[in-house]
């Protein structure tokens, strides 16, 4: 099968190649996926160039991509829920990681089946950036009239925080630059920040939640504009505790400047790592299919032009989400 790959770390157009591989073998519990599009996500290209070596080993060469949506064409000999013909997406496992080809494997307890209502290039774009959104979305419980602030809402897991914060009820505001504020408005945000042009702490304060999606100062900065006993929820800061123990940090402390920020506040602060969850995607195949949430695509790439696809997910100006299509017509949006 053709594949595409990690060859080497470096560059993306370096460090990618496409290769004839040998189709991957299923387990009892797995099935074999013939992909239809694979969604891209930030932490493919920063695997490329190296950036997570020391918190994630690979076995070079090696396979790219986690989302995913096609059709099963192989079950192992354990597996209930699934047939061979049946629509699928999912975010795979770490060690099935590689859907950006023309078949995967995965353990078919984490997939689920696609919403009946969109394509594969839409359904592909929802699994590791839905769950996401929605895995740090719960952790800080967030409920009815909670007021939010979500960073990059013009994002992959933006876009989606958006949509499910809104269907909880809570009032969004959310930060991405002037191009994008028309749109990400229509998403439901109740205030769009242009933060080229505005400052998000003075239109944004006093907030139950911030969803920290940005990172470095941003984490840090979260703690200013949260209420007493407000939450910041990250993706990209430092680990909480908790979280840096189920990641195998062994020795772990989280920075004196955290600490000291969650101390003033009476804050909580935590970091998800998402992890694949079926229940949550069936969550999301149903929040797709009542259209309460609906995908957020920028661009489709066929399959020969994933390097490419990379390179301007890596630019860090996406609108939604970045797709490749193993299909041979597909639809760019
Ligand atoms: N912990 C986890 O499990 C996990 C899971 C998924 C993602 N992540 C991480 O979360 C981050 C976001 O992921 P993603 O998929 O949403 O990325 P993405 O789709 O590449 O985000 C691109 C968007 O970010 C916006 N943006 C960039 N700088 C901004 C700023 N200073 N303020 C507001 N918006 C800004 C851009 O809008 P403009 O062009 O308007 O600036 C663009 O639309 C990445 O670092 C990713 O690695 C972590």
Known sequence: MKALQ??????????LEFTETSKPEIADNDVLVAVKAAALNPIDYKLVQG???????LDLPTGIGYDMSGEIVEIGSKVKDFKVGDEVFGRVPQEYMGTVAEFVAVDAN?????PDNVTFEKASSLPLAGLTAMQALKKADIKKDDRILIHAGSGGVGSFAIQYAKSIGAIVYTTTS???VEWVKALGADRVIDYKNEDYKEVANNLDIVFDTLGDDYT???????KDGGKVTSIVGPPDEKTAKQMGMTDYQMPEKL????KKKSAQYTLTWMQPNAPQ???IKTLVEDRTIRPVIDLVYSFDKAVDAFEYLATGRAQG???VSLAETFENK
Do not use: C, R, W
């Open 6 to 15: 990690i060859k080497k770390y470096g560059e993306i157009k370096d460090g």
């Open 51 to 57: 950036h997570l070596k020391d918190m994630l080993k």
């Open 110 to 114: 984490v997939i689920a089946h696609k």
């Open 178 to 180: 002037d191009t994008n």
């Open 220 to 226: 840090f900065d979260a703690f200013e504009i949260i």
């Open 259 to 262: 600490s000291k920020l969650i």
């Open 281 to 283: 995607l069936k969550e």
């Open 321 to 323: 989400k970045v797709i």
